[in-house]
């Protein structure tokens, strides 16, 4: 299994971007497939979750009403639509698939993708 975050890069507070996460070398229609970010210096923290089978989608307190997780048409493809970012969004995103536990936590995640860097600057 190979996951591929894409998609980062510099933007201004207020700005816009979309992050890509491209997945091979397994079937997960029956699970869901979410983003985490880590900041320098701190924990890895839970940004979205979008499950396979119903569309469900689940999100952090600090992103709600401002990122959107979608999943592609292929079916091997989520988005991250990051709007209105702000500069305590600046982190690495990282695009891992869920297994069992609560969406939140890191340890209910198997594979994990290289990270993005989101800057967002002031």
């Known amino acids: 299994v190979q996951l591929q975050a894409s998609g980062g890069g510099l933007v201004q507070a207020g700005g816009s971007l979309t992050l890509s996460c491209a997945f091979t070398?397994?079937?997960?229609?029956?699970?869901?497939l979410g983003w985490f970010r880590q900041a320098p210096g701190k924990e890895r923290e839970f940004v979205a979750t979008?499950?396979?089978?119903?569309?469900?989608?689940w999100y952090g307190d600090s992103v709600k009403g401002r990122f959107t997780i979608s999943r592609g048409n292929a079916k091997n493809t989520v988005y991250l639509q990051m709007n209105s970012l702000k500069p305590e969004d600046t982190a690495v995103y990282y695009c891992a698939v869920y297994d069992s536990g609560s969406v939140h936590y890191t340890g209910s995640y198997t594979y994990w993708g290289k990270g993005t860097q989101v800057t967002v600057s002031s």
């Open positions: 070398g397994s079937s997960f229609s029956n699970y869901a």
């Open positions: 979008i499950s396979w089978k119903d569309v469900t989608t």
